[in-house]
Structures are given as C-alpha cells and as structure tokens.
C-alpha cells in the first residue's frame, strides 16, 4: 500500500510540474500583442482565478514532493485551505470546458423568467434604431427579437458598448449590399453554438467556453499541428477502428481541427477561410491594416498578412486540395507570422466588432458572387430572397467528406467555411429541380447531411430567426426553439 502511494505521489508531483512547465512554455511563447487583448477576454478576475489555480498547483506539487522526503510543508492549514479552494477553482473549470450545461449553472437556473427583457438604456436605443427591430409590428415578435439581440450581446458587453450591434450591422448590411438578417443571424447563433451554450463564463471578463476552448487553440505548439503521428492519425482509419465510427469520427475531427484556424466567436469566423481571404479579395475595406504607423494587434496582423497572405491560402479557396502540400521548409521560415497571423485575427475579431461585422458582411458578399457565377447571374437574381438567405445561411458550418483529407497548410482547414459554399453551388447549379424563380418550399442539397449541422439544426435556427423578423416561416422548414433557453442564460448573466 506504500509503495502503491508513493507512485501515486510521484505522478502527482510531475503532473503538477508538467502543467506548471506548459504554463511557463504558453507565457513565453505569447507575443507581445497579444497581452492587452488577452487582459480583455481574462480581466482582474480572471487573473486573479488562474493565480490561484496555479498557486494550488504548486504547493500540492510541494506537499508530495515533502511527503515523499518525509518533510512537512510549513503552514500546513494554510496550504490546507489553498488546495480546497483550488481543486473547487479546477472541477468549476473543467465542468466549464468540458460540459455542455455545468452543474453550477443547472445549480443557480432561476425557476421564474420575466416574460420581458430589458435593456440598457444605450442599448435600447441601439436596439429601437436597428433596421431588423424597426420593420417588427407585432409586440410579441419584437420581444423575441430583444432576446436574440440581449443573447448576443451578453457575452461580450464591453464590446458591443464600442459598436453597438444595430449600428454596426446596418452599416455594413448596407455598405456591401448584404442581408442584415444574415448578419443577425450568424450573430446569434455563434453567441450559443459549440461549447458557448450556458453563456458568459463567470469570474472573466468577455469567455464563453467556447471562447476559453478557441484561446487554447490558438496557442497549440507547432509540433503538434505539424506532427506527421497526428497526420497519420487523421488520414488513416485506425480511430475508427479502435473506437467505433461514431466516436472515432469525433476523435478525427477533433484531431483535424486542432490548427490555427479556429471558428471564433462573435460571427464564428474562420481564421484563415474567412478572415484571410477577405482581406486578400477586400484590402481597400481594411484601410487601418494598411497603415504604416499601425501599432499592436493591427501591426501584427498587417505585417503577417503581407508575409503569408499568398501562400496560406491559395486560390482556388473552394478547391483546397488542389495545390500541392507546403513542406518542411516553408513552416521552418514562415512558422512565426503563421501563429502571428492567427493568433492576432482571433483577437482582433473576438474584441473589434467593427472590424469582425466587416469581415461578415463581405463573407456574406463574397459567397453571393460564387452563387451567383456558378449557377447564373440570372438565376441567382431570380431566387426568392428566403432561398437565396437559406443558401447563405447553410455553408456555415463543416463539409463532412473532407475530415480526414489536409489542404496544402495544415495551419489553415479550408473545409470550414470554403468547400461548404461550392458543395451547395455544385448541388444547386446541377440539380434540375433546384432553386429558381418559381420556387415554393426550400431548396437544399439532397444530401445535406454532409453539410453536418449548417443545413440541418441551423438552418431551422435561421428560420425561427426568419419568422421572428418577417413574420412568416421560410416555406418547408420548422422552427427551431432557443428563445426560453436564451432567456434563462440572460437571467443567469444579468447581475454580472
């Protein structure tokens, strides 16, 4: 029984060292950019947690480190209490992390919800001004529109207080000629979707967990995104094999998205598929990274772009895997501006609603124009603008076929969000009864299940979104039902 203690004490002991040592490997590999945006997401309280979490770490490494030299560690109450609190600071994380709905939130739910929401007094002017909230007539309806629009809002409020979202959306909606529904849209269903579902995370300052899962992503060592084990792993058929399809599908994903180009909340933009591309196809939109006194995030994601902007994604951006793949050589010299590039679009999309809304939009514009050169200007302009949203709205999200396959970058996963968009051009320029003029009832690939949950649990996300603001349903589609849910989460947020 000794003995089996002893082993145990000494795994503890190193397994505290091996974090503590991560930590100090993540903080030196940091950018100098990164450190004020990084204090917006963490705040005071956010600190002062992850002190204490390492504080506990220490001296539990220091109590089995002593025990096992049969020493006492001084001030053992004291260290006592200090390991209570942070193993209770640890489990609140992980079931944070790891848990779509945490015990501490299904702990706290308030059993009565008011019927109503409030807002700021800012806000509600923003809200009363925004275009979507102007053209509701029906007080129901435009409740539900308040919950959408106080859902969004609430994990991130600091940021919307600069630009406030009415404003900021209508602006570019109407700048690039682009549905402000969409732009809602995507709003909306990024304030929940993944991991962010049981909203802000307390104690930080602007997190979901979500956003607490996408900042690890950001900071994966190099070694392992290029590791030829997690290649061979992702290729191959052996997790499938070892775990069954379902799970083993899962643990490929997981292993596949594990790069830089993380889907980051406010729009759930791609780092690289989205932000990348438009600021290659859109430059003259982004004036403050053409700048040469930029400072900070905006210099580093200049400079990054400039140096990578041609090589980390390559046109065609729908055909990812028709350049050959960028070797050893090319990471050895451009690995620094690649973490740069994404570590510095993540922040600046996660704290700049002006400048995320701007990548949306032309996003947005961006697709229309491939819509609208694959299957015909003509056709395209004769859809029902409930379709073509729908089409718009359905290439969010991942294109099944192509987990498992690396594009030329593996930095860059270019099957979140440019494959789904030529999948669902593909389908519709080629389907005889696809959409056109006379359409009556939704079109949809026949197989859009490859599209995963974008033209399934969002799209009927989309339409609840739809018939909230139109006041009829897109024709062929059920409605989704998140408003209850969204009210729970604002009254779990609203005393913060």
């Known amino acids: 029984m000794y003995r089996l203690l002893r082993i145990i004490a000494i795994l503890v002991a190193l397994g505290c060292a091996a974090a503590l040592l991560a930590e100090i490997l993540f903080a030196t590999d940091l950018f100098g950019f990164e450190l004020e945006p990084l204090f917006g997401l963490l705040g005071w309280r956010g600190l002062a947690f992850i002190f ?3 504080l506990g770490l220490l001296v539990l490494g220091l109590r089995c480190f002593c025990w096992l030299r049969r020493h006492d560690l001084p001030l053992r109450r004291t ?42 007094d800012a806000v509600a002017r923003d809200f009363a001004g925004f275009s979507l909230a102007r053209n509701i007539d029906d007080p129901a309806r435009l409740e539900r529109m308040r919950v959408m629009y106080e859902r969004a809002r609430i994990n991130s409020p600091d940021v919307f207080g600069s630009h406030p979202i009415g404003a900021t959306i209508d602006r570019y909606a109407t700048r690039y000629d682009v549905d402000p529904d969409l732009l809602f849209f995507f709003l909306y269903v990024g304030s929940f979707w993944g991991e962010a579902v049981s909203g802000p995370v307390p104690y930080f300052k602007s997190m979901s967990a979500e956003t607490l899962r996408d900042l690890v992503q950001i900071h994966l060592p190099s070694w392992f995104i290029e590791s030829d084990t997690r290649r061979a792993l992702v290729s191959g058929k052996t997790l499938e094999t070892l775990f069954g399809q379902g799970l083993g599908f899962k643990l490929r994903y997981a292993l596949h998205k594990a790069t830089l180009d993380v889907s980051t909340q406010p729009y759930d933009l791609n780092l690289y598929s989205d932000i990348l591309l438009v600021l290659r196809e859109y430059p003259d939109e982004f004036p403050e990274l053409n700048d040469s006194s930029a400072t900070g995030i905006k210099a580093a994601l200049r400079d ?15 055909e990812p895997y028709s350049q050959a793949a960028l070797g050893a050589e090319y990471y050895e010299a451009h690995r620094g501006e690649l973490k740069s590039f994404g570590r510095a679009a993540f922040y600046l999309a996660a704290r700049d609603f002006d400048f995320a809304t701007r990548v949306a939009a032309l996003i947005v514009k961006y697709q229309s124009d491939h819509y609208a050169r694959r299957i015909g200007e003509e056709r395209w302009d004769a859809i029902p603008a409930w379709q073509k949203s729908a089409m718009l709205a359905m290439t969010r ?5 192509n987990v498992g396959r690396y594009g030329h970058n593996l930095y860059a996963l270019c099957e979140l969000n440019c494959t789904p968009v030529e999948f669902v051009a593909d389908r519709a320029s080629n389907d005889p009864a696809g959409p056109g003029p006379g359409l009556s009832t939704l079109w949809r690939p026949k197989d859009y299940t490859l599209l995963w949950g974008g033209a399934a649990t969002k799209l009927r996300i989309f339409n609840e979104m739809w018939e909230t603001i139109h006041g009829t349903p897109i024709p062929g589609l059920p ?7 969204a009210r729970g989460i604002i009254a779990l947020a609203a005393p913060r």
């Open 304 to 318: 990054a772009v400039r140096a990578i902007g041609a090589s980390a994604l390559a046109k065609p951006y729908e």
């Open 52 to 54: 204490v979490l390492n």
């Open 79 to 120: 260290s006592n209490v200090l390991l209570a609190v942070a193993a209770i600071c640890m489990l609140w994380l992980l079931e944070w992390v790891f848990m779509e709905s945490p015990l501490t939130v299904r702990l706290v739910t308030p059993t009565a919800v008011a019927d109503a929401i409030e807002l700021p």
């Open 479 to 485: 409605p989704e039902h998140t408003i209850e849910q």
């Open 397 to 401: 999200d991942l294109y099944v076929p």
